[in-house]
């Protein structure tokens, strides 16, 4: 009876030793399942994409025509509104006309006496000349009246000159619109005197603003590239090139590379470039800043990682990438450029299939254990 109390005791001593090491089993087992860390993960995204740079720039107006004065006077009309649209031909100005309308009549009158006096001459020398036939008169007399008819034909000439002349200044008081487009405030207005005909006296000037200018620089290493993709006509669009405004407009804009500039500025180590933007609603005025969005270079299925995912050490840029076993592996690649602000291009070290890590980066390390969660 004895023997069988001690069996049972051992027996129950054993039991609930198993009971203890399982109890302690398992509750390891859950600390450790509470241990691992959730991290979001993402799949690289591939696509073709088209690299470009954005450059600050500023609209111009390639096409404006200072409207000036080329004769005295005083200004008598202003038959327009300063910053209003005008048509090329149109009146803008009218400077008093009465000197040369006088000159114009003096002219005329010139030119009437030395037709008449032409005319005389060569009445004179027909007949001295006929005359000169039947020994009536001597050779000097018809050399005489032939170099007087010679003369009177110069004067009419020079009469008819001065006429021109007279006319054309005549014609410059009433100043016109050399090109159609938007009129600046004008130097002069109504009963101010001018003094054009020393030198032209600038009244106001017209901008053609239908077509602008963008104009910005670009760093001297980017200018292979853009050269050789606009020789590679199949490469990208410089025909229809994003320009962006700070303050939203209507519509939107495109421009197309009108000019390289043929030599590098030292000082600042950029090229000039100007991009022709056409101003179909006449939103652009020149003066407004503008962003050029240029396209450099073009990928096929771009492997791209989002850049606050990528971490640096003293071997380059890594990911934490995580393998099959969910367990995190420290990965080395070789980046690239950055696209839309985001996302960076990753040329070597990662295969398109490959979840990383895409952020809380400080609190995984090489080999530890996750519990992945895929996001988009």
Same mark, same amino acid.
């Given at each position: 009876m004895q023997n069988l109390i001690i069996m049972d005791t051992?027996?129950?001593?054993?039991?609930?030793?198993?009971?203890?090491?399982?109890?302690?089993?398992?509750?390891?087992?859950?600390?450790?399942?509470?241990?691992?860390?959730?991290? /979001?993960?993402?799949? *690289?995204?591939?696509?073709?994409?088209?690299?470009?740079?954005?450059?600050?720039?500023?609209l111009t107006s390639p096409?404006?025509?200072?409207?000036?004065? #080329?004769?005295?006077?005083?200004?008598?009309?202003? /038959?327009?509104?300063?910053?209003?649209?005008?048509?090329?031909?149109?009146?803008?100005?009218?400077?008093? *006309?009465?000197?040369?309308?006088?000159?114009?009549?003096?002219?005329?009158? =010139?030119?009437?006496?030395?037709?008449?006096?032409?005319?005389?001459? #060569?009445t004179h020398y027909d007949a001295v000349n006929k005359a000169l036939a039947s020994d009536a008169v001597s050779k000097m007399e018809v050399v005489q009246a032939q170099s007087a008819l010679e003369e009177a034909e110069a004067s009419v000439k020079n009469a008819k000159a001065s006429l021109a002349t007279a006319q054309r200044l005549l014609g410059y008081c009433?100043?016109?619109? *050399?090109?159609?487009?938007?009129?600046?405030?004008?130097?002069?207005?109504?009963g101010n005197y001018v003094s054009g005909e020393g030198a032209p006296v600038k009244l106001t000037t017209?901008?053609?603003?239908?077509?602008?200018?963008?104009?910005?620089? $670009?760093?001297?290493?980017?200018?292979?590239?853009?050269?050789? =993709?606009? /020789?590679?006509?199949?490469?990208?669009?410089f025909a229809k090139v994003p320009v962006i405004f700070e303050d939203p407009l209507p519509h939107r804009y495109f421009g197309k590379i009108s000019y390289l500039a043929p030599t590098l500025n030292n000082s600042t180590g950029t090229l000039k470039v100007k991009v022709s933007i056409d101003n179909v609603y006449n939103e652009l005025k020149p003066g407004m800043y503008a962003k050029i969005d240029l396209p450099?270079?073009? $990928?096929?299925? =771009?492997?791209?990682?989002?850049?606050?995912?990528?971490?640096?050490?003293?071997?380059?840029?890594?990911?934490?990438?995580?393998?099959?076993?969910?367990?995190?592996?420290?990965?080395?690649?070789?980046?690239?450029?950055?696209?839309?602000?985001?996302?960076?291009?990753v040329t070597k070290g990662i295969s398109p299939g490959e979840r990383y890590v895409t952020k809380a980066l400080l609190k995984v390390r090489d080999?530890?254990?996750?519990?992945?969660?895929?996001?988009?």
């Open positions: 051992k027996i129950f001593l054993f039991a609930a030793a198993v009971s203890v090491v399982t109890m302690s089993c398992r509750h390891t087992v859950s600390n450790d399942e509470q241990s691992v860390e959730t991290v /979001d993960v993402a799949l *690289p995204q591939v696509e073709s994409i088209t690299l470009s740079s954005v450059y600050p720039g500023v096409n404006y025509v200072d409207v000036v004065a #080329k004769v005295n006077g005083q200004i008598l009309t202003q /038959d327009y509104n300063s910053g209003s649209y005008v048509k090329k031909g149109q009146v803008l100005f009218t400077i008093d *006309p009465s000197t040369y309308r006088d000159h114009v009549q003096q002219a005329q009158a =010139a030119l009437t006496t030395a037709i008449s006096t032409r005319d005389y001459a #060569k009433s100043v016109t619109a *050399p090109i159609s487009g938007q009129t600046a405030e004008g130097e002069y207005g109504i017209i901008y053609d603003n239908s077509v602008l200018t963008a104009v910005f620089a $670009i760093e001297d290493d980017r200018y292979h590239e853009i050269v050789n =993709a606009i /020789d590679n006509k199949d490469s990208l669009n450099y270079d073009k $990928i096929s299925d =771009a492997v791209m990682v989002k850049d606050s995912s990528l971490g640096s050490d003293q071997l380059g840029r890594y990911l934490y990438v995580v393998n099959d076993s969910d367990r995190v592996v420290k990965k080395h690649v070789t980046v690239g450029d950055l696209y839309h602000d985001t996302l960076r291009v080999g530890m254990k996750v519990n992945p969660r895929m996001i988009n």
